[in-house]
């Protein structure tokens, strides 16, 4: 399997809009589901646009993210069996061995508006040097945004909260570049978001805040701080 080519397989989760990003409530008010849309949507694009990247399998029972995700070219599986974020990466991860045996896997959070192709490339090439799993953990420390399998290791998820601490405990080893901001911007507060848009957010997020409409200007607010 060439896994330095487009040899990866990316499993992105995402909640139903209507509950996702929900540490964004009190500051996005009700444009806080064009915003999740908005993130999962640069996340998926940018992934789909590395060169490292064969496919995107995005785990959601959210109809309108599922047909936009997928009309971005992204395979779209329900949140089997809904019983959390690390059964549900499970669940992808079992979908893409269905379609390609062996294949590598990674599971990336689809909160990562700034991510770059480029970096995501470095990334998994990082991962590779790693016996069997690897890890990068989120831009605060703590938790995780990105968690690689070699082909024929299982993905053994353990995100949530502390993640980090956790993949570590597990023998993942962690990534350490110095690079990869994009990769390692979460956002869950307004602080990430503003955090992100400082390193550059992708088209759909960038468009909302552009948005000069209603729902823009409780995000202009979030970004003018
Ligand atoms: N399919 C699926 N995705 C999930 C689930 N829980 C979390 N996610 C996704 O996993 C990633 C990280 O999730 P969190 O930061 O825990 O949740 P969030 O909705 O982004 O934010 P909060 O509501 O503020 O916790 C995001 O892409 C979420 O949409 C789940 O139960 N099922
Ligand atoms: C899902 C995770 O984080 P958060 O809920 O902080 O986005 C994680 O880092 O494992």
Redesign the pocket.
């Known amino acids: 399997m060439d896994v330095t080519g487009r040899g990866w397989s990316l499993v ?4 139903p809009l209507a ?6 409530a009190e500051a996005a008010g009700g444009a806080r589901p064009a915003l ?1 849309l908005a993130f ?1 949507a640069d996340t998926v694009a940018a992934a789909l646009a590395c060169a490292r990247v064969r496919d995107v399998t995005v ?2 029972d959210d109809p309108l993210a599922g047909a936009e995700l997928g009309a971005l070219g992204a395979h779209v599986v329900p ?1 089997a069996p809904g019983a ?2 690390n059964a ?1 990466l499970r669940h992808g991860a079992g979908q893409v061995g269905l379609r390609r045996p062996r294949s590598a896997v990674a599971a990336l ?3 990562l508006p700034a991510l770059r192709p480029a970096q995501l490339a470095e990334v998994l090439d990082e991962a590779l040097r790693a016996p069997e799993r690897a890890f990068l953990a989120d831009a605060a420390g703590l938790g995780t945004t990105l968690l690689a399998a070699r082909p024929g290791v299982a993905l053994r998820p353990a ?2 909260g502390l993640s980090r601490a956790r993949h570590l405990a597990s023998g993942a080893r962690e990534i350490l570049l110095p690079a990869v901001e994009g990769v390692r911007q ?1 956002v ?1 507060t307004p602080d990430d978001l503003r955090a992100a848009l400082a390193l550059g957010v992708g088209p759909r997020t960038a468009a909302l805040f552009a948005d000069p409409s209603a729902a823009g200007g409780p995000l202009r607010r979030i970004a003018c701080g």
Do not use: E, I, Q, Y
């Open positions: 992105v989760p995402l909640k509950v996702a990003k929900s540490r964004l999740a999962a785990v959601t949140d959390g974020l549900a959070n689809g909160d995100f949530g979460d869950d």
